[in-house]
């Protein structure tokens, strides 16, 4: 007895209560509440979705709201909500002929509140296709909520639509299946995210200003004029400087779902404001940092995307550089690089010989392109062959193994036969295979490489070749990297390799007073199938060193900076952390091509916003107030 009455009560809370009016909000009730399924109709007018009805509801009284998606043969409507698609049944009796006359004639995309019954398709009519294809929605009531308009693009996924047209009518785009499943994930990631580090390690989530100051370093920042006169904000690139004063406050663990900004070239993988995941904590060395991320990862990672195993992989800079040719190397595929100088040196090639003689920063280097032969033809040479002159290289040298390890190109005829010998063995070539070298200034040939390597792997795969499969997710912490290098303007001086607060490895500490250059840094990157997706660092404590750092090797105004080394001056604990890039991590996870694909609400690539026209112009009296006024130049 009670058995029974437990099974018809849990049966009724899971089916939801049946609504006899549509104005009449679905409630959830306490019992449902302590419940562990997700009850999606709770306080909606819809008694269900229309993407969890199967055979064990035939025979219910349902009430499904949604858009209508098409009509088939003025009986069939398909109605698709935000949760999937169900067929509904149009009566035929003239009792319900406005019940017809009004599913059968709608627009496409139209809303509606529908009353009905569940139940079964007919034998041999089932679609397997559908999750819900084993029924059908029999109508008797229908309520038109909002009459659509003629679209500019049908809401159907296997229909291409312009990238632009997307954006301008990305309230459109949304309604999608792909974008609705990527930003129902990305909100899952994120839960799970707050959840171990709240409930699980004690961090804080503290907001931190969106109007900031200029911060010496780093990317072009977006200007906020105020009303005095002279007088901008900034808007944050990150909340960096934030988190390190919560350090000195003594919030010890501290995260954000943090907006960030940066007026830099766009890109897939950039967007001028983006979302990090950021933390820091105090009494902590890079070994700690590492692992927490782990875990983080770990303990948040999506069902069916596989099992992470812990810990990652460690790389130090100089090797991923060396072996990869890149501080963020794709590892799921080989094609590594092959340091060939001392082959090189004497092989009878005077362009190669003369750059090595020249300087002894020079280096040769090369990689092999299995079976790249029947991929890799003259127009493929010639892109690869840009790339170099883009890179100011004048060319690379491209090699053919033909049958009998004989090796063919413009280059061959002028290497001795030890130097071929010794080039095949050394890069374990085979028929079919091509050979890429190219020589200059070590690190500079090395970052060549690395972009010849992955343009390599683009040109097979568009021949089918697979070679980074996206059900793979190979990560890789980077670490050891320079603290300071050369400016990127070609000036003289250096600059931070990440940004000025990052501290020095404890080993190099001695050498930022003498050879800044040569100091390694606490800077920690990770990453996933050739992704930056976190970044950071153990931090400069002492206010001395920052002070010097600043002054002395970045030459950049350390006043600006006053409230952050007066700080570290009033009892600063050491400290360290790191964010997470999450719309790159989100990227990747769901597959997209790019960044805008898992944003609600992206810019283009211009930095503009086609919906809104976002950036705007404003008149001159309203620009008054902040003292800014637009020239015709």
Not at 163 to 177: A, F, I, P, S, V
């Amino acid at each position: 007895m009670y058995s029974f009455v437990a099974r018809s009560l849990l049966s009724r809370l899971v089916q939801g209560v049946t609504q006899p009016h549509f104005n009449h909000v679905r409630r959830l009730s306490r019992g449902a509440a302590l419940m562990s399924f997700k009850d999606v109709s709770s306080y909606s007018f819809r008694s269900h979705t229309c993407g969890e009805l199967r055979a064990v509801h035939a025979g219910e009284d349902v009430t499904l709201c949604g858009w209508v998606q098409f009509q088939r043969k003025q009986l069939f409507v398909t109605l698709r909500d935000s949760y999937g698609v169900i067929q509904l049944v149009l009566p035929l009796d003239k009792k319900h002929a406005d019940i017809r006359q009004t599913l059968a004639h709608l627009p496409p995309e139209s809303v509606v509140c529908v009353h009905g019954v569940v139940q079964l398709r007919p034998i041999g009519e089932s679609n397997k296709e559908m999750t819900t294809g084993d029924v059908e929605v029999a109508v008797n009531k229908v309520q038109l909520v909002n009459k659509s308009k003629t679209l500019p693009f049908q809401v159907r996924d296997f229909f291409q639509v312009n990238e632009h047209l997307r954006l301008k009518h990305r309230y459109l785009d949304l309604r999608g299946t792909q974008l609705q499943r990527n930003l129902r994930l990305r909100s899952q990631v994120i839960m799970k995210m707050r959840e171990f580090l709240i409930n699980n390690h004690g961090f804080v989530d503290v907001e931190t200003p969106t109007l900031f100051r200029r911060t010496p370093g780093g990317a072009r920042e977006f200007i906020v004029p105020s009303r005095e006169k002279g007088k901008f904000f900034c808007l944050p690139q990150s909340p960096q400087q934030f988190k390190q004063l919560l350090m000195v406050g003594g919030l010890d663990r501290y995260f954000q779902i943090a907006r960030c900004y940066r007026d830099e070239d766009l890109r897939q993988d950039r967007q001028p404001e983006f979302t990090q995941v950021d933390i820091e904590m105090s009494f902590v060395n890079k070994r700690g940092v590492k692992q927490l991320i782990e875990e983080l990862l770990q303990y948040a990672w999506p069902d069916g995307k596989g099992v992470l195993k812990l810990p990652f992989p460690r790389m130090p800079y100089k090797e991923a550089l060396e072996k990869y040719g890149s501080d963020k190397p794709d590892r799921r595929f080989g094609m590594e690089l092959h340091d060939v100088s001392d082959i090189m040196r004497s092989c009878g090639v005077t362009v190669f010989e003369r750059l090595l003689q020249d300087n002894q920063g020079n280096s040769i280097q090369a990689i092999n392109v299995k079976h790249g032969a029947p991929c890799i033809k003259n127009r493929e040479v010639e892109k690869l062959q840009e790339l170099a002159t883009q890179s100011k290289f004048k060319g690379l040298s491209v090699l053919q193994v033909a049958a009998g390890g004989e090796v063919k190109g413009p280059m061959a005829k002028h290497m001795s036969a030890p130097c071929q010998s010794a080039l095949l063995k050394e890069l374990q070539a085979e028929e079919g295979d091509v050979l890429i070298i190219a020589g200059g200034d070590h690190q500079k040939t090395c970052e060549l490489m690395g972009r010849v390597r992955l343009e390599c792997a683009d040109i097979l795969e568009t021949s089918g070749v697979q070679l980074r499969d996206p059900d793979v997710f190979n990560f890789l912490w980077v670490t050891d990297f320079p603290l300071f290098v050369p400016k990127e303007d070609g000036t003289l001086g250096l600059e931070s390799a990440h940004h000025p607060f990052t501290a020095p490895h404890p080993d190099d500490t001695h050498l930022v007073f003498t050879n800044p250059q040569k100091v390694r840094s606490q800077h920690y990157d990770l990453v996933l199938n050739g992704s930056e997706v976190a970044g950071g660092s153990i931090r400069i404590h002492d206010a001395e060193l920052q002070t010097y750092v600043l002054e002395e090797i970045l030459k950049e105004d350390a006043s600006v900076l006053n409230h952050l080394i007066e700080a570290l001056q009033s009892g600063c604990p050491p400290h360290g952390g790191i964010a997470i890039g999450f719309d790159r991590l989100m990227a990747i996870l769901c597959n997209a091509d790019s960044i805008r694909d898992v944003i609600a609400f992206p810019k283009s690539t211009a930095g503009h916003d086609p919906m809104s026209g976002a950036p705007s112009q404003l008149p001159d009296v309203e620009l008054q107030p902040f003292h800014v006024k637009v020239t015709s130049e």
